[in-house]
């Protein structure tokens, strides 16, 4: 044998030494890739339907959703990671952060899960910012509560921001604008009013002209102005609100259901002369 023989032994040993000691630690040893940044590509693709889903543990908690077209009202996550059960939420944009739910999954299991679906609660246009946060099951009932006991989990990437692509609207501010010439006219408006929210949360009205507002409503509200003397019930999935607004001011509109302005349900009103 010649030294160049025992050389080459030696470096298969390690070689296969080295190879063994990196697969068996793969086996034992579960390690969790680096979560993916939030994709802020600007291209939408395909989603398939259902959600894959892996229960094999892991320890990092993160969420990552591509900018996309709204399907339907339904919007797709790339990755879901949970190291204990937990729901995915979807939040509005609030001043660049995330503000009010407007969409949420099932109870998830912990585990990695691709392409999971969430539908949205309301319509939202092309254009509009969008939160996917991470929220622990922190009671283990299975229900989201929120607000309430299950808080966002706190992790690296534990909300990823996303856009809807497609048609931008204008705000209804500037839908407004072209109707305002007119004041004989009754002004059309359609709100949304929810859980402790109105959206939009802020109207600009013309005094002396009629308004009816078409609400898509969830749950018992009211809309309420106290200086204007509105004080009109919303009940079931669609409600009409008429009146005619009849000082320039500014005022605030509200839910009278106790507790859903304090919780938040409430907007800002400028009647312009
Ligand atoms: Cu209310």
């Not at 407004?176 to 802020?202: C, H, R, W, Y």
Request: charged share 20%.
């Amino acid at each position: 044998m010649n030294n160049k023989y025992i050389i080459a032994i030696i470096s298969i040993i390690i070689v296969v030494g080295v190879v063994w000691v990196i697969a068996g630690k793969d086996k034992d040893d579960i390690t969790v890739n680096a979560p993916a940044p939030a994709d802020v590509s600007t291209h939408s693709e395909e989603k398939g339907n259902g959600a894959n889903f892996s229960n094999t543990p892991v320890s990092e908690d993160y969420v990552s959703v591509k900018n996309q077209a709204l399907s339907g009202n339904t919007i797709t996550v790339s990755e879901v990671s949970l190291s204990e059960p937990g729901f995915v939420a979807i939040h509005m944009d609030n001043n660049g952060k995330p503000g009010r739910v407007i969409g949420k999954s099932g109870v998830l299991t912990a585990g990695i899960i691709n392409d999971l679906n969430i539908t949205l609660e309301e319509t939202v246009s092309g254009g509009v910012v969008l939160y996917a946060m991470l929220h622990k099951d922190a009671n283990n009932n299975g229900i989201f509560d929120f607000p309430g006991a299950d808080t966002p989990v706190k992790s690296n990437n534990f909300i990823a921001k996303f856009k809807i692509l497609g048609d931008e609207q204008s705000q209804p501010e500037q839908q407004q604008g072209a109707q305002q010439n007119d004041s004989s006219s009754v002004k059309e408006l359609n709100m949304v009013s929810g859980n402790l929210f109105f959206t939009p949360d802020n109207l600009e009205l013309k005094k002396g002209q009629p308004v009816r507002i078409t609400f898509q409503n969830t749950g018992i509200h009211t809309f309420t102005i106290d200086e204007l003397g509105v004080d009109v019930p919303l009940r079931g999935p669609s409600a009409v609100v008429d009146f005619t607004p009849n000082k320039e001011g500014q005022f605030e509109y509200y839910c009278a259901i106790p507790g859903h302005r304090e919780g938040g349900m409430l907007g800002d009103l400028t009647v312009v002369n």
